[in-house]
Nanobody, 117 residues
Framework: QVRLVESGGGLVQPGGSLRLSCAAS????????MAWYRQAPGKERELVAR???????TYADSVKGRFTVSRDNARRTLSLHMGSLKPEDTAVYYC???????????WGQGTQVTVSS
């Protein structure tokens, strides 16, 4: 059974940093692309960052240069380092294992990130 468990969310001041982690189990992690999404109140869920099995990465324009996605295949862990945080980064952040067609697949339970002074 595929399972994704996020951790690391919390309250941070504008300009601060936070690191999210996602522990994966139930599938061969190293062979799969992985992604982070987020959903702010009243908005649709959006793709934040994606990392291929090769390690190549893509980012939403809104987070380029501030966020870094990485993976540790030995530990089956996906990470998202978020820097220069802004109030508009406030959202529930979700780990995702993409489906075969590249769209969103299995979701984690999400972790809340709040950027506020």
């Amino acid at each position: 059974q595929v399972r994704l468990v996020e951790s690391g969310g919390g309250l941070v001041q504008p300009g601060g940093s936070l690191r999210l982690s996602c522990a994966a189990s139930g599938f061969i992690f190293k062979f799969n692309a992985m992604a982070w999404y987020r959903q702010a109140p009243g908005k649709e869920r959006e793709l934040v960052a994606r990392i291929a099995s090769s390690g190549s990465t893509t980012y939403a324009d809104s987070v380029k240069g501030r966020f870094t996605v990485s993976r540790d295949n030995a530990r089956r862990t996906l990470s998202l380092h978020m820097g220069s945080l802004k109030p508009e980064d406030t959202a529930v952040y979700y780990c995702n294992r993409p489906a075969a067609d590249g769209g969103p697949g299995t979701w984690g339970q999400g972790t809340q990130v709040t950027v506020s002074s």
